[in-house]
């Protein structure tokens, strides 16, 4: 089994050749938007082409049902799945299930915890008990391999769930881990404070790195996680030695508060809000600068991006005068989404995704990765934005 690097946050001297993608945090907003923006890439053929697949959050919940259905997927001799509808009507059946206002009642009353209660949902309608170890393999470079990250509280750094291995650079290493896909998901969108944190008891030996200083108990016996986008928000750590990352993210920009309140709990939780956005804004910002100099090729799109920014000249999808606030104001919940909810947000994550590629994949990078971009005709679903 091929080592990675000693240090798993630390970028190579020399980039990796490939294409990845990250998908960032949001809740349920997040999961559907992404479904937009994969339903693009499926479409021009990129989808095939991802050499890794890196989540965080609601990110994940997408990220993970795509791994699973990926053995299911006919993709053609241009490398386009015929039936990609296998995943949306997968992650529709997610998005009509509400689960955080029940797994917090069932949590606070009923035996088990908050986070138990959320991975059991996902289980229920999701992942039906499978594991880590039914993601795609990736070793033959047939299959992107995909990341779902979390947040370690102890040792405050990136925890990785992958099909070959779990861990982070600081505790070490668990090879094949036997974890379930629906505890993965439920760790990377434990959304602090409510849904947070997640306890994950650790069975397997741990493979300290080099490097490693927390090897050992308590950290390598249990593992206590919370939300992917607390260390890092786009889910930029596992993809950045790759040499081009395609980046969508469905955040959630705070807005400003004339008189925000000042009792501890809920002042908090506008401390954690600022802290979040702070953090989100850097991460764009070093990504933006990394095109910029050259060290990546790809492109960032997000759920707050207006069309006119990226002064195409066609607009075939007529997005020119349409505001995407309202849908980038959708709480960051895991609640039920009502459909036409979730075409529009599935409209527009196509719609944007598709202004970035065409806009960022040039002609000599189309060749290269072997695809050709040509203008939608219309939206998934017509008539609901």
Known sequence: MPIEPTDLD???????????LSLSGGGYRAMVFHIGALWRLNEVGLLSRLKRISSVSGGSITAAYLGLRWKDLNFDAAGKAQNFSIVVDGLRKMADTSVDVGAVIGGIFLPGTISDRVAAAYDDVLFDGKKLADLPDDSDGKAPRFVINATNIQSAVLWRFSRRYMGDYRVGLVDAPDVTLATAVAASSAFPPILSPLTLPIHQAVRAVEGADLSHPPYTTSAVLSDGGVYDNLGLETVKRFSTLLVSDAGQQISPEEDPHHDWARHAVRI????????RSLRKRQLIDAYDRGDHTGTYWGIRTRFADYKLPADPLDCLHRNPAPLAAIPTRLEKMPHDVQN????W????CDAALRTHIDGPLQQKLGIQIIAPTGFPFPGAY
Request: negative net charge; hydrophobic residues 40%.
């Open 349 to 352: 994550g196509y719609a944007i």
């Open 344 to 347: 529009r947000l599935m409209n």
């Open 272 to 279: 954690l809000g600022v802290i979040d956005n702070q953090v």
């Open 10 to 20: 630390a970028a190579t001297s020399q980039h990796e050749d490939g294409v990845t």
